[in-house]
T-cell receptor, first 112, second 110 residues
């Protein structure tokens, strides 16, 4: 089944404790991205990747890191999480950046 | 900065009623996508409109792209509880980026 998977689905952590949210797609898509979704603000792009070893900042990259060492994986790293990073996070993939986006199920992160 | 404004932000209606949600911008888009997001899930693409004036139908949902490709509407006829969700529009810009609207949260009451 073609899909984007994210782990964990739910995470409660404390300020400053490094964490990684994994994302994997099995559709051989070139393009992958991370979004955060907050009430009233819609989807805001954090980082995106056009291909392996190519990553770029989106609209709200501060406090986040990503890597794209393999085509299928695109982990999101929070080196020192803060409460303002409490949000619902989505990973998405697509054949190209402006085509249909295939979203993962989301990761709800709470930073205390 | 290109913006996509969706209206209304929230809509709660009874089953069987009709409704229209809007996606507006002052910018021209190459295409426009509509997604539906159900609670606990990621958004799923419903339709992509490409040509100015284009109308696409998906069962009881009718999507229209404005003639000038700056706006789009989603009309639902005889809404059902299964239509409940967050509806998002996303526009493809001239430099091949996607711009997202903030969404319309729709609740259909039985």
């Amino acid at each position: 089944e073609a899909q984007v998977t994210q782990n964990p689905r739910y995470l409660i952590t404390v300020t400053g404790k490094k964490l990684t949210v994994t994302c994997s797609q099995n559709m051989n898509h070139e393009y992958m991205s991370w979004y955060r979704q907050d009430p009233g603000l819609g989807l805001r792009q954090i980082y995106y990747s056009m291909n392996v070893e190519v990553t770029d900042k989106g609209d709200v990259p501060e406090g986040y890191k990503v890597s794209r060492k393999e085509k299928r994986n695109f982990p999101l790293i929070l080196e020192s999480p803060s409460p303002n990073q409490t949000s619902l996070y989505f990973c998405a993939s697509s054949p190209v950046n402006y085509n249909e986006q295939f979203f993962g199920p989301g990761t709800r992160l709470t930073v205390l | 900065t290109q913006l996509l404004e969706q209206s209304p932000q929230f809509l709660s209606i009874q089953e069987g009623e009709n409704l229209t949600v809007y996606c507006n911008s002052s910018s021209v888009f190459s295409s426009l996508q509509w997604y539906r997001q159900e609670p606990g899930e990621g958004p799923v693409l419903l339709v992509t409109v490409v040509t100015g004036g284009e109308v696409k139908k998906l069962k009881r949902l009718t999507f229209q792209f404005g003639d000038a490709r700056k706006d789009s509407s989603l009309h639902i006829t005889a809404a059902q509880p299964g239509d409940t969700g967050l509806y998002l529009c996303a526009g493809e810009t001239s430099n091949y980026q996607l711009i997202w609207g903030a969404g319309t949260k729709l609740i259909i009451k039985p």
